[in-house]
């Protein structure tokens, strides 16, 4: 079968002004010249090269060919010539055009596009336990795929273009979600190489991360249910046994839900945060116990938190924080 490779025009970067005609793949785009320039030093240094008498040419422009894919470089001019394209957080935007546009703007040095990129991911991916808390876990407000919870290649994609543009203090957050997945996953996970059009494989080390953060994880469940484990009666307990009792009944429904397979893989910063549990404890334990309960149960998730870097061979939070900060410019 016959394939087509002739050059096609993207007609909504075809611009009749443009003095410039970028090539990527077999596609097409006639821009400015001086507006790429102004957006990039990149492509600044790279337009300020004197053409020969015999350059290629289109109506008269000079041709720029790009290593780069036809999608991405769509979504990178579209960020650069339509303003209204990649609008900054929290404005909805796909989860494909942020990596699109995190690579090209990291490769071609356009500092706000890299910037709002990175803003728009970061926000899925926190780094304290109180954002991570307050985000919609089942609808996304701006990236349209990346929680969908059976899909794996997006959050491998973020782990790839984190370290592509050294934004390392998203990898605790991806690493979590990641290791979360079901035994029946994990070949999909270490098999992995695209997600859609975007490059979506795990480095050796990755792998190896991957499959650590795994391990780590199965301890964090036992450790995020310890304090209902306690034998010691708080000393202003007013209900004595009743108060163990009920304890013990909650601690026995959490198991009943690990060893559910319908529910899923389990979630060691949320194993206690069922509301029918607290109800009970609430209904069934003093007000002294159940204080307790309460502000054991969060302790115990900020030393979880707190754990995760470490499980990345990172530095701990606030200096992921940090990080953060400059590159975001907050």
């Not at 500092?111 to 996304?140: I, Q």
């Not at 009792?245 to 069922?274: F, H, M, T, V, W």
Request: aromatic share 10%.
């Amino acid at each position: 079968m016959d394939v087509d490779n002739t050059p096609t025009r993207i007609e909504e970067l075809w611009f009749s002004d443009g003095g410039l005609v970028v090539q990527a793949e077999q596609s097409l785009f006639r821009v400015s010249a001086g507006i790429l320039a102004a957006r990039s030093p990149v492509f600044k240094d790279m337009l300020s090269f004197t053409q020969p008498p015999d350059a290629e040419s289109i109506e008269g422009c000079p041709v720029v060919r790009l290593p780069d894919s036809s999608a991405d470089v769509t979504c990178f001019f579209r960020a650069i010539f339509d303003s209204s394209f990649f609008e900054p957080h929290p404005s909805k935007v796909s989860f494909e055009n942020v990596l699109s546009i995190l690579r090209l703007g990291n490769k071609y040095a356009v500092d706000y596009l890299l910037r709002r990129a990175l803003v728009h991911l970061s926000y899925d991916f926190p780094t304290t336990l109180a954002a991570y808390d307050a985000h919609p876990k089942n609808c996304s407000t701006n990236l349209e795929t990346i929680l969908d919870s059976d899909a794996i290649s997006p959050f491998i994609a973020v782990i790839k273009i984190a370290r592509e543009v050294d934004a390392l203090w998203m990898l605790p957050s991806v690493f979590y979600e990641l290791a979360r997945t079901e035994d029946k996953f994990i070949r999909r996970v270490l098999r992995c190489t695209a997600y859609n059009d975007h490059p979506a494989k795990l480095g050796d080390e990755d792998q190896i991360l991957f499959l650590t953060c795994s391990l780590h994880l199965t301890r964090l469940e036992s450790e995020a249910v310890a304090f209902l484990y306690s034998a010691n009666t708080n000393a202003h307990c007013a209900r004595g046994e009743r108060c163990i009792r009920a304890r013990l009944s909650a601690l026995a429904k959490i198991q009943d839900y690990l060893a559910d397979p319908d529910e899923g893989s389990p979630n060691a910063l949320s194993l206690c945060s069922n509301a029918e549990i607290w109800d009970a404890l609430m209904e069934n334990c003093c007000k002294q116990c159940y204080n307790s309960l309460v502000e054991a149960n969060e302790e115990t998730r900020k030393s979880l938190w707190d754990k995760l870097p470490g499980f990345c061979g990172l530095p701990p939070w606030p200096e992921l924080e940090e990080m953060k900060a400059r590159a975001l410019e907050l």
